[in-house]
């Protein structure tokens, strides 16, 4: 049977990553945190991803968690470890930096994870049969349909204007910058008057869009129950040394 | 051709404001079986008359009758079916085959014949390999196929073209004209510069000028008419100035 992340049902596929998402949230004991961690590393590795993408996707965000972990470690109350002049380090603050890194990149790697094997497009339609509304669905997937038309007509627009010797020159150039950004936006907007009435004339809100069925098959429902197991048991140990009983 | 027309245009008019008048008094009539050019310069109404007839937009006086039925202004009506000029305007959906899909299911029509429907339009213009394509990634002639697969699907009985041919290479548009002249559509209407296409596909030719006919008749008398085109802004096709007289002033002047 295949366990290939890439070839299970997108829907279920968002389910579960929420579910480890809320489950990562949870856990606030230490012990735990290099478990979140290796589970979203296991997963990752499951989808046969290279892992030059997971460095690439986690450097992006990197500066501000950092930040934010060295905010916690000088700024919590506590007790201090080391002192660097007028600042110390204390050990709640390591705890709390440790802690919310940790989930962070546990949780950004099950994102990658689920946006690097599913298409887009096919989030969005799993998103519309788990209920979100089709209008917002549709506006999704038009925009990402228009994104990149309006990304030719900035690049083009562009070009002509370095063809007729426009060069930038900041604050100089407000005006040129201006024309050209209101002239994507009407451009935008009548274009999406005219992608509607094409709509319109083939039918659009006539009759109401097919949701996509739900074809579960071994590998889908193994996913899940795997998914669903790793979630109850890190609630239930999470649980446990809340009270202290373990 | 039967006595009973598919399109009825009775009296309409239109304009964006009230001083202007982009459609004025127009009235016409377009029988089983005919494939009409309309031409004329830029600016002249071709693409208002079409938004017009399809129920895009409404005449400020005069009615349409399509198929004995009064075309409803915003009502979708699977009879008519159109091919925008801009075909980014048309391909609003993320892979070709969602595109062409997108007509017969908004027709309430099965699954079954939905998928029948959009590989048989795939298939008769030779786009299938196109099918799980973006529409962004096409190439323009791919475009304007794909576009038209989405208006074959529906199965439209009257279909508009407008401008089919801007942006396409020799051999795309001769897979068009291919396309057209083998089509089995009820009848079309088609707007186009590009005068030797319109000899080729159609029957009828309507000269549109500042919103009004100014003539309506055979494609050979209409644009062979050397008077009536330049004095409304057009030019005889080349395929019908006789080649006795060598009218190729470059290759003349080079010999």
New interface residues.
């Given amino acids: 049977m295949d366990i290939g992340l890439n070839n299970l049902n997108p829907k279920l596929k968002i389910i579960g990553a929420m579910v480890l998402a809320f489950t990562f949230s949870f856990i606030k004991s230490i012990e735990l945190l290099p478990v979140i961690f290796f589970i979203s590393l296991v997963i990752y590795y499951l989808s046969k991803l290279p892992l030059s993408l997971l460095l690439k996707r986690w450097i992006i965000p990197a500066p501000f968690v950092i930040l934010m972990g060295l905010f916690m470690m000088f700024f919590s109350e506590g007790q201090t470890v080391l002192t660097i002049g007028y600042l110390s380090i204390k050990k709640e603050g390591i705890y709390w930096a440790l802690t919310i890194i940790t989930k962070f990149l546990s949780i950004l790697t099950i994102m990658v994870t689920l946006f690097q094997t599913t298409h887009f497009?096919d989030i969005v339609r799993a998103l519309n049969s788990l209920g979100v509304p089709a209008i917002l669905t549709d506006i999704i997937?038009?925009t990402?349909?228009?994104i990149?038309?309006i990304g030719?007509q900035l690049n083009k627009m562009q070009i002509s204007m370095r063809l007729r010797g426009f060069r930038n020159r900041g604050l100089k150039n407000i005006i040129s910058l201006v024309s050209l950004v209101g002239t994507i936006l009407v451009r935008s907007y009548e274009?999406s008057e005219?992608?509607y009435?094409?709509?319109?004339?083939?039918?659009?809100?006539?009759?109401e869009?097919?949701k996509q069925d739900l074809k579960l098959c071994k590998s889908d429902i193994l996913g899940v129950f795997i998914v669903v197991a790793i979630s109850i048991g890190l609630i239930t140990v999470q649980i446990g040394l809340s009270w202290g009983g373990f | 051709m039967t006595n009973k027309p598919v399109l009825k245009v009775s009296q309409i008019s239109f304009g964006y404001n009230r001083n202007e008048k982009i459609i004025n008094n127009l009235s016409l009539e377009i029988y089983s079986g005919e494939r009409v050019g309309i031409i004329g310069p830029n600016g002249t109404g071709k693409t208002t008359l079409f938004?017009l007839i399809?129920?895009?937009k409404k005449p400020s006086s005069g009615e349409i009758i399509l198929y004995d039925k009064k075309v409803k202004v915003?009502k979708?009506n699977?009879n008519?079916?159109?091919v925008?000029q801009?075909t980014?305007?048309?391909l609003?959906?993320?892979?070709v085959w969602e595109d062409v899909a997108?007509?017969p299911?908004?027709?309430?029509l099965s699954?079954e014949e939905v998928k029948k429907r959009v590989n048989n339009s795939l298939k008769i213009l030779g786009i299938e390999k196109l099918k799980d394509k973006?529409?962004?990634h096409l190439s323009g002639g791919e475009k304007r196929l794909a576009a038209i697969a989405?208006?074959l699907a529906?199965e439209s009985k009257l279909v508009i073209y407008d401008e089919p041919t801007s942006n396409l290479d020799i051999r795309y548009r001769r897979k068009l004209i291919n396309f057209i002249n083998s089509s089995k559509q009820d009848a079309m209407l088609i707007s186009s510069h590009d005068l030797e296409f319109i000899l080729e596909v159609c029957n009828r030719v309507i000269l549109l000028d500042e919103g009004r006919i100014v003539a309506d008749g055979k494609p050979k008398e209409i644009l062979g008419d050397e008077n009536l085109m330049e004095a409304h802004g057009l030019e005889k096709p080349h395929s019908l100035i006789p080649h006795v007289i060598d009218h190729h002033e470059y290759i003349k002047k080079a010999e």
Avoid: W
């Fill in positions: 497009i997937i038009f990402y349909r228009y990149f038309e030719k274009q005219k992608v009435n094409a709509m319109i004339l083939r039918g659009y809100g006539h009759k869009s097919v | 938004l399809s129920g895009v915003g979708f699977p008519i079916g159109m925008f801009n980014d305007d048309q609003f959906c993320p892979t997108f007509g299911t908004n027709m309430g699954r973006a529409p962004h989405g208006v529906m």
